[in-house]
């Protein structure tokens, strides 16, 4: 009888110690993350549409009226024109419509009608990159 309880207590006993062990080895080791780290911010289109506006901003000539960066024709300068206006604004800037039209000189409402040709797709990447500008000039 004496001989039972001794391996119960013992059973017991070695339980623990098997318990306390792995309990150790849980805290003592670098727990992997809760979950994956978050998947990076959905950045690359709007990057892609930027890049694709650049291009287009500088295929249709909008430097010849205006400067980005010091880059382009001083006189409009269009560096923090994203923080200043809305996509919708932006379009109507870039069109010569709404409020804009009535804005604009008579040569620049010519030249910009003639934007209203662009696809789509190319308004909106103009549009993006117009978005991208939020810097404002360095020029006093
Ligand atoms: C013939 C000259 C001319 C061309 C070419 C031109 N713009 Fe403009 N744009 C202007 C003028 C003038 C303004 C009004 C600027 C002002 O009042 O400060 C203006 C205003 C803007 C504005 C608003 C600026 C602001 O400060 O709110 C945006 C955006 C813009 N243009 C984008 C474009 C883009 C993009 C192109 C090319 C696709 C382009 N423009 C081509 C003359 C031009």
Same mark, same amino acid.
């Given at each position: 009888m004496r001989e039972f309880w001794v391996r119960i207590v013992a059973a017991i006993a070695g339980t623990g110690v098997v318990l306390l062990a792995l309990a150790f080895a849980w805290l003592q080791n670098p727990h992997p !993350? *809760? @979950? *994956? !780290? *978050? $998947? @990076? !911010? !959905?950045a690359a289109p709007a990057a892609a549409l930027v890049e694709a506006g650049r291009a287009f901003y500088a295929a249709e000539g909008c430097a010849m009226c205006h400067a980005i960066a010091g880059e382009?024709?001083? /006189?409009f300068p269009l560096d923090g024109v994203g923080a200043r206006r809305d996509a919708a604004e932006l379009r109507d800037w870039i069109l010569a419509t709404g409020t804009a039209a009535e804005a604009l000189s008579a040569r620049a409402v010519r030249m910009k009608q003639g934007? /209203? $040709?662009?696809g789509e797709a190319e308004l909106e990447a103009l549009v993006a990159y117009m978005q991208s500008l939020t810097t404002p000039s360095l020029a006093p």
């Open positions: !993350p *809760a @979950a *994956a !780290p *978050a $998947a @990076a !911010p !959905p382009g024709n001083p /006189r934007y /209203r $040709a662009l």
